[in-house]
């Protein structure tokens, strides 16, 4: 796998913290070298110190479009080229969508829709510079199932798998693969729950647990395990296309 990996330059969005921070861990460990994108923050910062060189922090709102094709730009400059680019970067709000603020729903929106066409429009002249190359769209298991209070989330990765669906027509013929990388539920090291209202948060769980989607989902996979399936699928050879991976955990759910 290494040898596949080694001296790519890849762009990850959302790089700072839960499957992107592993990503970036992971793709490092193989070789390749990391523009890590998110908002500005000290685990940002903190990248460079974990992997030196090998990784080029670059803080961006993936809202701001123009900020978004800023750090795209920046990532080729200063590595020369961009070969794969990780559309991971994503906000969940926990809210019924009947309660939701105009500015709620704009921000999901922006950050987890919009955010990837900004990226991904900026990218695909990058990777058919370097003679095609992967795009990957991080999405969710909601998409199938969607959770109760989290309509808007998943209404967004829907959009995702049809933006990188019409890609994949778009860019065959130069070469670039398109993957959608379908994510089960991720324990991300800290338990996100606990920063959602206590009363929502009840309602939530009580809910997908009545509707299901806890079962369906199971226990949650780590970031490492997550960052192994995108290693794999970057690592396939290049006569073949993935259109879609689901990967969730294995045993049983739990609260």
Not at 51 to 71: C, F, K, Y
Not at 190 to 219: C, V
């Amino acid at each position: 796998m290494t040898g596949e990996l080694a001296g790519k330059i890849v762009v990850v969005t959302g790089a700072s913290k839960g499957m992107g921070r592993a990503f970036t861990a992971a793709l490092v460990a193989h070789g390749a070298k990391v523009a890590a994108v998110a908002r500005e923050s000290a685990a940002l910062d903190a990248l460079s110190d974990l992997h030196g060189d090998a990784v080029l922090p670059i803080a961006a709102d993936m809202a701001d479009g123009a900020a978004v094709r800023a750090a795209i730009d920046r990532a080729a400059v200063h590595f020369g080229q961009i070969d794969v680019l990780v559309n991971n970067a994503a906000i969940t709000t926990l809210l019924k969508l009947e309660t939701a603020s105009d500015a709620e729903i704009q921000r999901e929106y922006a950050v987890n829709l919009h955010g990837p066409a900004y990226a991904s429009s900026a990218a695909i002249p990058h990777l058919r510079a370097a003679g095609g190359g992967d795009l990957v769209f991080i999405s969710s298991e909601s998409v199938r199932m969607p959770y109760p209070y989290l309509t808007l989330y998943a209404s967004t990765k829907g959009g995702v798998e049809s933006m990188a669906a019409g890609l994949r027509s778009e860019l065959r013929e130069q070469g670039t693969r398109v993957t959608v990388l379908r994510s089960g539920t991720v324990a991300t090291g800290g338990n996100l729950s606990e920063e959602w209202p206590a009363d929502r948060r009840d309602d939530f769980f009580a809910t997908a647990t009545r509707m299901g989607n806890l079962q369906f989902s199971g226990a949650p996979a780590t970031p490492e395990t997550m960052a192994c399936t995108l290693l794999a699928v970057l690592s396939l050879p290049r006569d073949v296309n993935v259109d879609l991976v689901e990967a969730r955990g294995r045993g049983p759910a739990s609260l």
